[in-house]
């Protein structure tokens, strides 16, 4: 089944996006969720109009994630967590602890669902992660886990 994304989505594909996904998968999911439409000639149309209009907007948020970038180069984002003896810390570092580092620490407004942590974040100590800001800014940021 050919469809038409509406946002991005992790695994298919980016906004405006024309992908072709199982028939179960965008009949039961993506489109009554909102997340795409069917590929038809009218919505292909429409299509064209949305990309052309967010055009000149996507040049300006290109603009905006490249300064949030570059802000963000070679800074290290510090995580308080409580940790036990050995160095292991009590549950796991999540998205929240990390956005809300980045707003305290580099005043950087950051949506959760953008960071993008290594799998299990579960002791003190130093890790990379990504920011999935945009297709062509995706910075890898370095952050310690330091004991509270």
């Known amino acids: 089944m050919e469809i038409i994304l509406l946002q991005d989505v992790e695994?298919?594909?980016y906004k405006h996006e024309l992908v072709t996904?199982?028939?179960g998968y965008g009949r039961n999911y993506l489109i009554p969720q909102g997340f795409a439409l069917i590929a038809n000639s009218?919505?292909?149309?429409?299509?064209?109009?949305?990309?052309?209009?967010?055009?000149?907007?996507?040049?300006?948020?290109?603009g905006e994630?490249?300064?949030m970038a570059a802000k963000l180069d070679g800074l290290v984002l510090n995580i308080g967590?409580?940790?036990?003896?050995?160095?292991?810390?009590f549950g796991s570092v999540t998205t929240i602890?990390?956005?809300?580092?980045?707003?305290?620490?580099?005043?950087?407004?950051?949506?959760r669902r953008k960071v993008q942590l290594p799998d299990d974040v579960k002791e003190l100590g130093t890790y990379k992660m990504v920011l999935n800001l945009h297709k062509e800014v995706q910075p890898e940021v370095t952050f310690e886990v330091i004991a509270e």
């Open 97 to 111: 602890q990390v956005v809300n580092a980045l707003k305290e620490q580099f005043d950087l407004d950051v949506e």
């Open 81 to 89: 967590a409580k940790s036990g003896t050995s160095g292991k810390i």
């Open 11 to 13: 695994h298919v594909g």
């Open 21 to 23: 996904v199982k028939n």
């Open 42 to 62: 009218a919505n292909k149309a429409r299509l064209k109009e949305l990309q052309r209009r967010e055009g000149a907007m996507e040049a300006k948020r290109l």
């Open 65 to 67: 994630y490249q300064e």
